[in-house]
């Protein structure tokens, strides 16, 4: 292999990795962390009342729980993970083994030294990934890959390859486009932790090709994703170069190796989330006339707006979600109050997101007889992650309970 120099010359404009299948989503934990890290921000330091609402909580990342004290990815392969040529997973072409995706990443990289070299190989069901430490005299950095294959057309692959909201998750640089081929990518350039209580950077490139191969790299200025100081300014490959890793032909071959992934089962139909748009709405109508809205947006069952009552910006984010039942009994056991129409209610008054001094997040969180839920919450900040703008946010107490409380939703 020619090194970043051969892959910076094809710099994946015409990536087209025909052929076979592969394991259902890989490792892809980057982009994953992207859309818990827009799910999870909502929930701030009330994760343990409103994470059911709002979305599980990121704490891995971008190659998941594995991630370990002094390596990008601790996780290790297991055993005859690294023989080529089994076939305990098949399918179209001859196995890879984690050495030899260790080495193709290696490859793909610029002149350097490699240290904590971890991988897992093609057949190992949960994904072929490699990861370095890598120094190329500037300071170590942990530089990690991950493949797999998804539905190019399924829930939640467009979310993955947008550029997250910036309200939650603070970035430099992002871009999300078509290339020539079809194949639709991802570059970001952000922060390991949204509130940069460290100077830890992480970079991401994500790519996505018409028939579903994903290539997913990672990389940070410092040798390990979390727990070890900054070891230089910024991360060793640029937006070009991690373009170019992702996009390399030299992962083609071990994509085509790895099986479709599997059919989702068949679910039986739920409640349609509230749309966005209508959420937005109701809420807008409910605020008080001096809470003038500055910023809004909505998703399905979740939104969002920044008010200003001319006392400084403050966030304020909803979640309007049916068929919560599950949930009642944590909410019963956080002291709830039962309303006459027997809606459960529970309210909190703590702090923000961790490493945000005065930052603070009041929560009122209720659930209807018929598991109906609404969760609402107000920073007195413009956005989870920057410091304080004001005091205590711009809504009371009473006043997000009665948003919360609004007959309104049932609509």
Known sequence: MGGLGEALRITGETFNATGGPLVDGGMARGRR???RRRAATVTGSFA??????????????????????????????????TTRGKTSTPGEGPQFSASHLIKTLEGLLPEGKFSSESGRGTEDR??????????????????????????????????????????????????????????????????????????????????VTPEGYTVDASEWN????????????????????????VTSKEWRPILRALPKPQDEPVQQPVPQAASGDNILKNLTSLLPKSAKVTTRHGDDGFAYVVVNDGKGASLVQINVQPNMSDVEGELSGSGAQTLPDGTKVVTHQGSGDKGVPGVVMWTVDTIRKDG???????????????????????LTMTQLKAIATSGKWRG
């Open 33 to 35: 962390r992207l859309r």
């Open 48 to 81: 343990a009342l409103a994470a059911v609402g709002f979305g599980a909580s990121y704490a891995a990342g971008a190659f998941g729980a594995e991630a370990g004290h002094g390596s990008p990815m601790a996780a290790q392969p297991e055993p005859g993970s």
């Open 126 to 207: 949960t994904g072929p990934v490699a990861s370095v430490v890598f120094d190329d005299g500037k300071g170590k950095a942990a530089i990690g890959v991950s493949l797999g294959r998804v539905d190019p057309e399924g829930t939640g692959v467009a979310e993955q390859l947008a550029c997250p909201e910036k309200i939650y998750t603070p970035y430099d640089s992002c871009s999300s486009k078509t290339l020539a081929d079809g194949s639709r990518l991802l570059l970001l350039q952000g922060y390991e932790y949204p509130d940069k209580r460290a100077d830890t950077k992480w970079w991401h490139a994500y790519v």
């Open 222 to 245: 410092a040798p390990a994703e979390k727990d070890e100081s900054v070891s230089r300014d910024e991360p060793p490959l640029s937006t070009a170069q991690l373009k170019a890793l």
């Open 372 to 394: 109906f839920r609404v969760v609402i919450s107000a920073f007195n900040s413009g956005a989870q992650n920057t410091a304080a703008t004001r005091t205590m946010p711009a």
